[in-house]
């Protein structure tokens, strides 16, 4: 084989290669931000989606008053 078809062929191969390493990146980085978004969204799920009004002292038992 001539040097410029060599030099093709090692090109062809490394792009092949680099072209799989950036494909499992992507496949982390999804699992990654699919993992995050999942504990984000158990998270705003937890919160209760109405304030509780105080029952005792002198502060929102009369008026409800959020800060």
Request: avoid cysteine; hydrophobic fraction near 45%; proline fraction near 3%.
């Amino acid at each position: 084989m001539s040097e410029s078809v060599q030099s093709a062929v090692a090109a062809a191969s490394g792009l092949q290669n680099w072209a799989m390493m950036q494909e499992k990146q992507n496949l982390l980085l999804n699992k990654v931000l699919d993992s995050q978004a999942n504990t984000i969204l158990s998270l705003v799920n937890s919160v209760p989606s109405t304030p509780q009004l105080a029952s005792s002292g002198s502060v929102g038992t009369l008026l409800h008053t959020t800060a």
